[in-house]
Protein backbone atom coordinates (compact mmCIF):
# COMPACT_ATOMS: atom_id res chain seq x y z
CA UNK A 1 0.00 0.00 0.00
CA UNK A 2 2.66 2.34 1.25
CA UNK A 3 4.67 1.56 -2.34
CA UNK A 4 1.79 2.75 -4.42
CA UNK A 5 1.42 5.80 -2.59
CA UNK A 6 4.64 6.86 -2.86
CA UNK A 7 3.94 6.05 -6.35
CA UNK A 8 0.93 7.52 -7.28
CA UNK A 9 0.58 9.90 -10.34
CA UNK A 10 -2.34 11.76 -8.28
CA UNK A 11 -1.22 14.84 -6.55
CA UNK A 12 -4.07 14.69 -3.87
CA UNK A 13 -2.92 11.12 -2.58
CA UNK A 14 0.66 12.20 -3.23
CA UNK A 15 -0.31 15.30 -0.37
CA UNK A 16 -2.64 13.62 1.43
CA UNK A 17 -0.57 9.93 1.93
CA UNK A 18 -3.57 8.17 1.94
CA UNK A 19 -5.54 5.69 -0.75
CA UNK A 20 -8.25 7.51 -2.68
CA UNK A 21 -10.72 5.12 -0.99
CA UNK A 22 -9.70 6.59 3.07
CA UNK A 23 -10.27 10.34 1.98
CA UNK A 24 -12.37 12.63 3.94
CA UNK A 25 -14.33 15.93 3.61
CA UNK A 26 -11.69 17.18 6.23
CA UNK A 27 -8.60 15.65 3.85
CA UNK A 28 -10.31 17.69 0.74
CA UNK A 29 -10.55 21.20 3.08
CA UNK A 30 -7.00 20.32 3.99
CA UNK A 31 -5.60 19.86 0.32
CA UNK A 32 -7.65 22.68 -0.70
CA UNK A 33 -6.78 25.54 1.65
CA UNK A 34 -2.92 24.37 1.45
CA UNK A 35 -2.41 23.76 -2.40
CA UNK A 36 -3.46 26.59 -3.21
CA UNK A 37 -6.93 25.69 -5.11
CA UNK A 38 -9.22 28.48 -6.14
CA UNK A 39 -11.65 26.65 -8.04
CA UNK A 40 -13.59 23.65 -7.56
CA UNK A 41 -15.07 20.73 -10.06
CA UNK A 42 -18.32 18.57 -9.75
CA UNK A 43 -18.29 16.20 -12.57
CA UNK A 44 -20.84 13.71 -13.71
CA UNK A 45 -22.17 11.01 -16.34
CA UNK A 46 -25.39 11.88 -18.09
CA UNK A 47 -27.62 9.98 -20.53
CA UNK A 48 -25.11 10.93 -23.08
CA UNK A 49 -22.52 9.21 -21.47
CA UNK A 50 -19.90 12.58 -21.79
CA UNK A 51 -19.06 13.55 -18.38
CA UNK A 52 -20.78 16.88 -17.22
CA UNK A 53 -19.03 19.80 -15.37
CA UNK A 54 -19.93 22.45 -12.46
CA UNK A 55 -17.68 24.56 -11.51
CA UNK A 56 -17.69 26.30 -8.45
CA UNK A 57 -15.20 29.31 -6.84
CA UNK A 58 -14.12 28.83 -3.15
CA UNK A 59 -15.38 31.98 -1.29
CA UNK A 60 -14.61 31.54 1.57
CA UNK A 61 -14.13 27.88 4.20
CA UNK A 62 -18.13 27.86 4.80
CA UNK A 63 -18.86 27.60 1.45
CA UNK A 64 -16.10 25.38 0.65
CA UNK A 65 -17.91 22.91 3.95
CA UNK A 66 -21.80 23.55 2.39
CA UNK A 67 -20.58 22.83 -1.57
CA UNK A 68 -18.67 19.18 -0.12
CA UNK A 69 -21.87 18.64 2.61
CA UNK A 70 -24.92 19.24 0.75
CA UNK A 71 -23.42 19.50 -3.20
CA UNK A 72 -25.87 21.09 -5.84
CA UNK A 73 -28.94 20.72 -7.40
CA UNK A 74 -28.92 20.29 -11.12
CA UNK A 75 -31.40 20.05 -13.83
CA UNK A 76 -32.26 16.52 -14.29
CA UNK A 77 -34.33 16.58 -17.01
CA UNK A 78 -31.36 18.53 -19.28
CA UNK A 79 -29.47 15.30 -18.21
CA UNK A 80 -31.14 12.52 -18.78
CA UNK A 81 -33.94 12.12 -21.24
CA UNK A 82 -36.33 9.82 -18.70
CA UNK A 83 -36.55 12.43 -16.21
CA UNK A 84 -39.50 14.82 -16.95
CA UNK A 85 -39.22 18.93 -16.48
CA UNK A 86 -41.85 18.94 -13.72
CA UNK A 87 -40.02 16.85 -11.40
CA UNK A 88 -36.21 18.12 -12.87
CA UNK A 89 -34.26 18.73 -9.80
CA UNK A 90 -31.62 16.33 -8.55
CA UNK A 91 -28.89 16.42 -6.18
CA UNK A 92 -25.46 15.90 -6.97
CA UNK A 93 -22.58 15.11 -4.43
CA UNK A 94 -18.87 15.03 -4.69
CA UNK A 95 -16.97 11.43 -4.00
CA UNK A 96 -14.02 12.23 -2.57
CA UNK A 97 -12.34 9.08 -3.61
CA UNK A 98 -12.36 10.84 -7.44
CA UNK A 99 -10.56 14.01 -6.58
CA UNK A 100 -7.55 15.21 -8.45
CA UNK A 101 -6.44 18.24 -9.61
CA UNK A 102 -7.02 18.83 -13.24
CA UNK A 103 -4.34 19.17 -15.38
CA UNK A 104 -6.32 21.82 -18.04
CA UNK A 105 -7.62 24.10 -15.94
CA UNK A 106 -5.31 27.87 -16.23
CA UNK A 107 -6.79 28.09 -12.25
CA UNK A 108 -5.49 25.76 -9.76
CA UNK A 109 -8.34 22.85 -9.82
CA UNK A 110 -9.71 20.05 -7.65
CA UNK A 111 -12.12 18.03 -9.39
CA UNK A 112 -14.56 15.31 -8.39
CA UNK A 113 -16.94 13.00 -9.50
CA UNK A 114 -20.49 13.08 -8.50
CA UNK A 115 -23.45 10.67 -7.72
CA UNK A 116 -27.45 11.74 -8.14
CA UNK A 117 -29.26 11.56 -5.63
CA UNK A 118 -33.20 12.66 -5.82
CA UNK A 119 -35.95 14.87 -3.58
CA UNK A 120 -35.93 12.70 -1.09
CA UNK A 121 -32.14 12.08 -0.72
CA UNK A 122 -32.01 8.78 -2.29
CA UNK A 123 -29.60 7.72 -4.76
CA UNK A 124 -31.34 7.94 -8.25
CA UNK A 125 -31.76 4.75 -9.09
CA UNK A 126 -31.17 4.83 -13.05
CA UNK A 127 -28.02 7.11 -12.46
CA UNK A 128 -24.98 5.10 -14.46
CA UNK A 129 -23.13 5.28 -11.89
CA UNK A 130 -25.84 3.77 -9.07
CA UNK A 131 -26.49 1.74 -11.83
CA UNK A 132 -23.25 -0.20 -11.88
CA UNK A 133 -22.98 0.35 -7.63
CA UNK A 134 -25.75 -2.08 -7.55
CA UNK A 135 -24.89 -4.52 -10.23
CA UNK A 136 -21.32 -4.80 -8.31
CA UNK A 137 -23.16 -5.12 -4.76
CA UNK A 138 -25.91 -7.94 -6.07
CA UNK A 139 -22.80 -9.65 -7.86
CA UNK A 140 -21.22 -9.98 -4.47
CA UNK A 141 -24.45 -10.72 -2.64
CA UNK A 142 -24.99 -13.95 -4.64
CA UNK A 143 -21.34 -15.18 -5.20
CA UNK A 144 -19.41 -13.77 -1.97
CA UNK A 145 -17.31 -12.01 -4.69
CA UNK A 146 -15.93 -8.95 -5.82
CA UNK A 147 -16.24 -7.97 -9.79
CA UNK A 148 -13.08 -6.44 -11.14
CA UNK A 149 -12.61 -5.03 -14.35
CA UNK A 150 -10.52 -3.22 -17.37
CA UNK A 151 -10.72 -1.92 -20.46
CA UNK A 152 -8.84 -1.39 -23.52
CA UNK A 153 -9.73 2.27 -25.06
CA UNK A 154 -9.40 2.09 -28.91
CA UNK A 155 -9.23 6.18 -30.60
CA UNK A 156 -8.27 7.36 -34.13
CA UNK A 157 -5.95 10.65 -33.60
CA UNK A 158 -7.30 12.75 -37.21
CA UNK A 159 -4.64 15.42 -37.81
CA UNK A 160 -2.66 16.81 -41.52
CA UNK A 161 -0.75 14.54 -43.17
CA UNK A 162 2.48 15.50 -42.92
CA UNK A 163 3.53 12.81 -46.08
CA UNK A 164 6.84 11.89 -44.22
CA UNK A 165 7.66 8.33 -43.23
CA UNK A 166 4.21 6.91 -44.19
CA UNK A 167 3.00 3.82 -42.05
CA UNK A 168 1.61 0.64 -44.10
CA UNK A 169 -1.75 1.31 -44.15
CA UNK A 170 -3.44 -1.58 -41.55
CA UNK A 171 -0.21 -2.20 -40.08
CA UNK A 172 0.19 0.01 -37.38
CA UNK A 173 0.44 -2.42 -34.10
CA UNK A 174 2.63 -1.58 -32.14
CA UNK A 175 4.07 0.89 -34.71
CA UNK A 176 7.07 3.36 -33.64
CA UNK A 177 8.34 6.85 -34.23
CA UNK A 178 8.39 7.99 -37.10
CA UNK A 179 5.84 5.76 -38.86
CA UNK A 180 3.47 6.56 -35.49
CA UNK A 181 3.06 10.01 -35.61
CA UNK A 182 1.03 10.44 -32.08
CA UNK A 183 2.92 8.28 -29.54
CA UNK A 184 3.93 11.52 -27.64
CA UNK A 185 0.54 12.58 -27.90
CA UNK A 186 -0.40 9.49 -26.52
CA UNK A 187 2.16 8.97 -23.47
CA UNK A 188 0.86 12.73 -22.82
CA UNK A 189 -2.47 11.56 -22.45
CA UNK A 190 -1.45 8.88 -20.10
CA UNK A 191 0.42 11.04 -17.85
CA UNK A 192 -2.88 13.04 -17.59
CA UNK A 193 -4.93 10.26 -17.13
CA UNK A 194 -2.58 8.84 -14.52
CA UNK A 195 -2.88 12.32 -12.60
CA UNK A 196 -6.33 11.84 -12.67
CA UNK A 197 -6.13 8.51 -10.64
CA UNK A 198 -6.12 6.40 -13.85
CA UNK A 199 -4.34 3.01 -13.42
CA UNK A 200 -2.76 2.48 -16.80
CA UNK A 201 -1.42 -0.46 -17.82
CA UNK A 202 0.17 0.27 -20.86
CA UNK A 203 -0.16 2.37 -24.11
CA UNK A 204 0.70 1.55 -28.05
CA UNK A 205 -0.30 2.47 -31.51
CA UNK A 206 -3.34 -0.10 -33.02
CA UNK A 207 -3.86 -1.86 -36.14
CA UNK A 208 -5.82 1.01 -38.05
CA UNK A 209 -3.75 3.55 -40.03
CA UNK A 210 -4.47 5.41 -43.19
CA UNK A 211 -4.11 8.86 -45.36
CA UNK A 212 -7.20 10.34 -47.16
CA UNK A 213 -7.71 13.51 -48.84
CA UNK A 214 -4.56 14.83 -47.10
CA UNK A 215 -5.70 13.85 -43.53
CA UNK A 216 -3.70 10.71 -41.24
CA UNK A 217 -6.07 8.50 -39.41
CA UNK A 218 -3.86 6.60 -36.88
CA UNK A 219 -5.47 4.75 -34.24
CA UNK A 220 -3.92 3.92 -30.52
CA UNK A 221 -4.96 2.27 -27.46
CA UNK A 222 -4.71 2.91 -24.10
CA UNK A 223 -5.31 0.01 -21.48
CA UNK A 224 -6.21 -0.29 -17.44
CA UNK A 225 -4.93 -2.65 -15.02
CA UNK A 226 -7.95 -4.40 -13.24
CA UNK A 227 -9.66 -2.40 -10.60
CA UNK A 228 -12.89 -3.12 -8.87
CA UNK A 229 -15.22 -2.31 -11.49
CA UNK A 230 -17.13 1.13 -10.18
CA UNK A 231 -13.47 2.37 -10.25
CA UNK A 232 -13.02 0.90 -14.09
CA UNK A 233 -16.19 2.64 -15.01
CA UNK A 234 -14.70 5.70 -13.48
CA UNK A 235 -11.28 5.65 -15.23
CA UNK A 236 -12.28 4.89 -18.57
CA UNK A 237 -14.92 7.89 -18.48
CA UNK A 238 -12.16 10.21 -17.37
CA UNK A 239 -9.85 8.81 -19.70
CA UNK A 240 -11.69 10.06 -23.04
CA UNK A 241 -12.64 13.18 -20.89
CA UNK A 242 -8.67 13.24 -21.04
CA UNK A 243 -7.60 12.14 -24.55
CA UNK A 244 -10.25 14.72 -26.11
CA UNK A 245 -9.19 17.29 -24.63
CA UNK A 246 -5.45 17.16 -24.75
CA UNK A 247 -6.47 16.50 -28.47
CA UNK A 248 -8.57 19.79 -28.70
CA UNK A 249 -5.60 21.55 -26.88
CA UNK A 250 -3.17 20.25 -29.78
CA UNK A 251 -5.72 21.08 -32.49
CA UNK A 252 -5.86 17.08 -33.24
CA UNK A 253 -9.15 15.62 -33.98
CA UNK A 254 -10.04 12.03 -31.97
CA UNK A 255 -12.95 9.68 -32.10
CA UNK A 256 -13.81 6.79 -29.97
CA UNK A 257 -16.36 5.79 -32.75
CA UNK A 258 -16.44 1.86 -33.70
CA UNK A 259 -15.98 1.93 -37.20
CA UNK A 260 -15.17 5.18 -39.36
CA UNK A 261 -14.88 3.88 -43.09
CA UNK A 262 -14.91 0.56 -44.78
CA UNK A 263 -11.96 -1.66 -45.03
CA UNK A 264 -10.07 -0.11 -42.11
CA UNK A 265 -9.83 -1.39 -39.06
CA UNK A 266 -12.43 -0.60 -36.54
CA UNK A 267 -12.34 1.16 -32.54
CA UNK A 268 -13.70 -1.44 -29.81
CA UNK A 269 -13.67 -1.12 -25.94
CA UNK A 270 -12.93 -5.00 -25.09
CA UNK A 271 -13.04 -5.30 -21.32
CA UNK A 272 -11.56 -7.58 -19.15
CA UNK A 273 -13.06 -8.83 -16.04
CA UNK A 274 -11.69 -10.97 -13.56
CA UNK A 275 -13.48 -12.44 -10.24
CA UNK A 276 -11.84 -12.10 -7.09
CA UNK A 277 -12.29 -13.13 -3.70
CA UNK A 278 -12.58 -10.58 -0.45
CA UNK A 279 -8.90 -10.80 0.16
CA UNK A 280 -8.56 -10.20 -3.58
CA UNK A 281 -7.50 -13.27 -4.67
CA UNK A 282 -7.81 -14.28 -8.40
CA UNK A 283 -10.38 -16.75 -8.55
CA UNK A 284 -10.72 -17.26 -12.62
CA UNK A 285 -7.44 -20.06 -12.20
CA UNK A 286 -6.99 -23.35 -10.79
CA UNK A 287 -3.91 -23.87 -8.71
CA UNK A 288 -2.47 -25.37 -11.87
CA UNK A 289 -3.41 -22.30 -14.26
CA UNK A 290 -5.74 -23.91 -15.67
CA UNK A 291 -9.32 -22.16 -15.84
CA UNK A 292 -11.55 -22.65 -13.06
CA UNK A 293 -15.28 -23.21 -12.41
CA UNK A 294 -15.60 -19.94 -11.08
CA UNK A 295 -14.47 -18.36 -14.65
CA UNK A 296 -16.68 -20.62 -16.28
CA UNK A 297 -19.49 -20.37 -14.96
CA UNK A 298 -18.84 -16.34 -15.66
CA UNK A 299 -18.40 -17.14 -19.01
CA UNK A 300 -21.51 -19.55 -19.15
CA UNK A 301 -23.49 -15.86 -18.73
CA UNK A 302 -21.70 -13.88 -20.75
CA UNK A 303 -22.72 -16.19 -23.06
CA UNK A 304 -26.45 -16.27 -22.29
CA UNK A 305 -26.75 -12.73 -22.41
CA UNK A 306 -24.24 -11.36 -24.68
CA UNK A 307 -26.89 -10.53 -27.33
CA UNK A 308 -28.63 -8.24 -24.78
CA UNK A 309 -25.59 -6.82 -23.62
CA UNK A 310 -24.98 -5.19 -26.90
CA UNK A 311 -27.62 -2.83 -25.92
CA UNK A 312 -25.25 -1.25 -23.29
CA UNK A 313 -22.19 -1.77 -25.88
CA UNK A 314 -23.36 -1.06 -29.11
CA UNK A 315 -25.37 1.96 -28.95
CA UNK A 316 -25.32 3.70 -32.21
CA UNK A 317 -25.90 2.48 -36.60
CA UNK A 318 -22.41 2.78 -36.51
CA UNK A 319 -21.38 0.15 -34.08
CA UNK A 320 -22.55 -3.13 -36.27
CA UNK A 321 -20.80 -1.96 -39.34
CA UNK A 322 -18.18 -3.07 -36.76
CA UNK A 323 -19.34 -6.72 -35.61
CA UNK A 324 -18.83 -8.11 -38.97
CA UNK A 325 -16.90 -11.31 -39.69
CA UNK A 326 -12.84 -11.22 -40.19
CA UNK A 327 -12.53 -8.22 -38.99
CA UNK A 328 -11.42 -9.09 -35.63
CA UNK A 329 -14.52 -8.37 -34.15
CA UNK A 330 -17.09 -11.02 -32.73
CA UNK A 331 -20.51 -12.00 -34.87
CA UNK A 332 -21.24 -15.59 -33.11
CA UNK A 333 -21.59 -16.52 -29.19
CA UNK A 334 -18.51 -18.50 -28.42
CA UNK A 335 -15.37 -18.24 -26.76
CA UNK A 336 -11.43 -19.63 -26.63
CA UNK A 337 -8.28 -19.40 -26.07
CA UNK A 338 -6.06 -16.89 -27.29
CA UNK A 339 -8.61 -16.88 -30.46
CA UNK A 340 -9.36 -13.07 -31.51
CA UNK A 341 -12.42 -14.24 -33.59
CA UNK A 342 -14.71 -15.27 -30.58
CA UNK A 343 -16.90 -13.31 -28.15
CA UNK A 344 -15.03 -13.55 -24.91
CA UNK A 345 -11.25 -14.60 -25.31
CA UNK A 346 -9.27 -16.15 -22.59
CA UNK A 347 -5.73 -14.39 -23.02
CA UNK A 348 -2.32 -16.14 -22.82
CA UNK A 349 -2.32 -16.19 -18.76
CA UNK A 350 1.59 -16.52 -17.64
CA UNK A 351 0.69 -20.49 -16.82
CA UNK A 352 4.18 -21.53 -18.43
CA UNK A 353 6.46 -23.29 -16.03
CA UNK A 354 9.47 -21.82 -17.73
CA UNK A 355 11.38 -18.67 -15.81
CA UNK A 356 11.49 -16.69 -19.00
CA UNK A 357 12.86 -13.74 -17.47
CA UNK A 358 15.55 -15.87 -16.60
CA UNK A 359 16.42 -17.29 -19.89
CA UNK A 360 16.62 -13.65 -21.27
CA UNK A 361 17.88 -12.43 -18.52
CA UNK A 362 20.91 -14.67 -16.71
CA UNK A 363 21.84 -13.96 -13.10
CA UNK A 364 18.00 -12.83 -12.70
CA UNK A 365 14.99 -14.23 -11.69
CA UNK A 366 11.52 -13.77 -12.41
CA UNK A 367 9.97 -16.79 -10.50
CA UNK A 368 9.39 -15.85 -7.17
CA UNK A 369 6.23 -13.46 -8.75
CA UNK A 370 2.97 -14.94 -8.24
CA UNK A 371 1.18 -14.52 -12.13
CA UNK A 372 -1.79 -16.38 -11.35
CA UNK A 373 -3.35 -12.75 -10.56
CA UNK A 374 -3.11 -11.65 -14.27
CA UNK A 375 -5.84 -13.99 -15.50
CA UNK A 376 -8.64 -12.74 -17.15
CA UNK A 377 -11.62 -13.05 -20.05
CA UNK A 378 -12.26 -10.45 -22.29
CA UNK A 379 -15.11 -9.86 -23.82
CA UNK A 380 -14.79 -7.89 -27.29
CA UNK A 381 -17.88 -7.13 -28.65
CA UNK A 382 -18.32 -3.26 -27.22
CA UNK A 383 -17.33 0.05 -28.50
CA UNK A 384 -16.42 3.60 -27.90
CA UNK A 385 -20.38 4.48 -27.73
CA UNK A 386 -20.61 2.50 -24.44
CA UNK A 387 -21.83 4.21 -21.43
CA UNK A 388 -19.55 2.32 -19.67
CA UNK A 389 -21.41 2.43 -16.69
CA UNK A 390 -24.30 0.65 -18.21
CA UNK A 391 -21.58 -1.51 -20.17
CA UNK A 392 -19.82 -2.90 -16.75
CA UNK A 393 -23.76 -2.69 -14.79
CA UNK A 394 -24.77 -5.28 -18.00
CA UNK A 395 -21.46 -7.52 -17.40
CA UNK A 396 -22.04 -8.18 -13.76
CA UNK A 397 -25.06 -9.38 -14.52
CA UNK A 398 -24.16 -11.53 -17.08
CA UNK A 399 -21.37 -12.67 -14.49
CA UNK A 400 -23.78 -13.30 -11.43
CA UNK A 401 -26.38 -14.88 -13.96
CA UNK A 402 -23.76 -17.23 -14.51
CA UNK A 403 -23.89 -18.90 -11.20
CA UNK A 404 -27.65 -18.57 -11.24
CA UNK A 405 -27.52 -21.21 -13.96
CA UNK A 406 -28.13 -24.77 -13.19
CA UNK A 407 -26.28 -25.54 -16.49
CA UNK A 408 -23.84 -23.15 -16.52
CA UNK A 409 -20.69 -25.55 -16.68
CA UNK A 410 -22.86 -27.41 -19.70
CA UNK A 411 -23.15 -23.56 -21.79
CA UNK A 412 -20.06 -23.45 -21.03
CA UNK A 413 -18.47 -26.38 -22.39
CA UNK A 414 -21.44 -26.28 -25.77
CA UNK A 415 -20.15 -22.79 -26.65
CA UNK A 416 -15.85 -23.34 -26.27
CA UNK A 417 -14.56 -22.99 -29.35
CA UNK A 418 -10.95 -23.78 -30.38
CA UNK A 419 -10.76 -22.84 -34.08
CA UNK A 420 -11.05 -20.82 -36.55
CA UNK A 421 -14.65 -20.23 -36.67
CA UNK A 422 -15.07 -18.70 -39.91
CA UNK A 423 -12.59 -21.35 -41.79
CA UNK A 424 -14.83 -22.99 -44.71
CA UNK A 425 -14.29 -26.35 -42.87
CA UNK A 426 -15.93 -24.68 -39.72
CA UNK A 427 -19.13 -23.84 -41.64
CA UNK A 428 -21.14 -26.15 -39.55
CA UNK A 429 -19.87 -25.41 -36.07
CA UNK A 430 -20.40 -21.65 -37.03
CA UNK A 431 -24.13 -22.71 -37.80
CA UNK A 432 -25.07 -24.12 -34.45
CA UNK A 433 -23.45 -21.02 -32.57
CA UNK A 434 -26.02 -17.80 -31.51
CA UNK A 435 -25.21 -14.81 -33.44
CA UNK A 436 -24.74 -11.41 -32.23
CA UNK A 437 -27.95 -8.39 -33.34
CA UNK A 438 -26.75 -6.76 -36.79
CA UNK A 439 -28.24 -3.80 -36.26
CA UNK A 440 -30.07 -1.51 -33.59
CA UNK A 441 -32.95 -2.38 -33.55
CA UNK A 442 -32.31 -6.47 -33.33
CA UNK A 443 -30.58 -5.05 -29.78
CA UNK A 444 -33.03 -3.04 -28.80
CA UNK A 445 -35.49 -6.54 -29.29
CA UNK A 446 -32.06 -8.82 -27.46
CA UNK A 447 -32.51 -6.37 -24.74
CA UNK A 448 -36.54 -6.42 -24.47
CA UNK A 449 -36.16 -10.46 -24.09
CA UNK A 450 -34.03 -10.79 -21.28
CA UNK A 451 -35.04 -7.67 -19.43
CA UNK A 452 -35.78 -8.95 -16.34
CA UNK A 453 -32.68 -10.58 -15.88
CA UNK A 454 -30.86 -7.23 -15.66
CA UNK A 455 -34.19 -5.57 -13.60
CA UNK A 456 -33.89 -8.25 -10.86
CA UNK A 457 -32.36 -7.17 -7.46
CA UNK A 458 -33.38 -3.81 -8.56
CA UNK A 459 -30.15 -3.43 -10.53
CA UNK A 460 -31.67 -1.45 -13.77
CA UNK A 461 -34.87 0.21 -13.36
CA UNK A 462 -37.83 -0.51 -15.70
CA UNK A 463 -37.18 3.08 -16.70
CA UNK A 464 -33.86 2.71 -17.78
CA UNK A 465 -33.75 -0.13 -19.93
CA UNK A 466 -37.19 1.64 -21.75
CA UNK A 467 -35.30 4.31 -22.41
CA UNK A 468 -32.24 2.17 -23.84
CA UNK A 469 -35.05 0.39 -25.72
CA UNK A 470 -36.68 3.34 -26.88
CA UNK A 471 -33.04 5.17 -28.26
CA UNK A 472 -32.42 1.44 -30.40
CA UNK A 473 -35.35 1.35 -32.33
CA UNK A 474 -35.12 5.08 -32.86
CA UNK A 475 -32.68 5.01 -35.52
CA UNK A 476 -33.07 4.96 -38.73
CA UNK A 477 -32.91 1.44 -39.83
CA UNK A 478 -33.15 1.66 -43.79
CA UNK A 479 -30.20 4.56 -43.71
CA UNK A 480 -28.13 2.48 -41.76
CA UNK A 481 -28.72 -0.64 -44.10
CA UNK A 482 -28.31 1.46 -46.97
CA UNK A 483 -24.42 3.04 -45.32
CA UNK A 484 -23.52 -0.88 -45.83
CA UNK A 485 -23.41 -0.56 -49.37
CA UNK A 486 -23.15 2.86 -49.79
CA UNK A 487 -19.65 4.52 -48.89
CA UNK A 488 -20.84 7.85 -49.21
CA UNK A 489 -23.92 7.37 -47.00
CA UNK A 490 -21.82 5.54 -44.69
CA UNK A 491 -19.56 8.83 -44.43
CA UNK A 492 -22.44 10.75 -43.66
CA UNK A 493 -23.68 8.32 -40.35
CA UNK A 494 -20.17 8.37 -39.14
CA UNK A 495 -19.92 12.41 -39.34
CA UNK A 496 -23.09 11.82 -37.03
CA UNK A 497 -21.61 9.52 -34.81
CA UNK A 498 -18.01 10.34 -34.42
CA UNK A 499 -18.07 11.87 -31.35
CA UNK A 500 -20.36 9.26 -29.81
Not at 201 to 207: A, L, M, N, Q
Request: aromatic letters at 10%; one cysteine or more; glycine letters at 8%.
Amino acid sequence: MNAQIAMSKNAVVSYLQKMPRQFTKADIVDFITNNGIEMVNFMYPAGDGRLKTLNFVINNLEYLETILSLGERVDGSSLFPFISAGSSDLYVLPRFSTAFVDPFATIPTLTMLCSFFDKDGNPLESAPEYTLHKACSEFTRVTGYRFQAMGELEYYVIAPDSGQFPADDQHGYHESAPFAKFGNFRTRCMSYIAATGGQIKYGHSEVGNFTLDGTNYEQNEIEFLPVDAEDAADQLALAKWVIRNLAHQEGYDVTFAPKITTGKAGSGLHIHMRIVDKDGHNMMVNPDGSLSDVARRGIAGLMDLAPAITAFGNTNPTSYFRLVPHQEAPTNVCWGDRNRSVLVRVPLGWNTKRDMCAVVNPGSTGADIDASAKQTVEIRSADGSADVYQLLAGLAVALRHGFEMADALEVASRCYVDVNIHAPENAQRLNSLAQLPVNCADSASCLDKSRKIFEEGGVFSAGMIDGIIARLRSYDQAEADAALTDPHKMLVLVKRYLHC
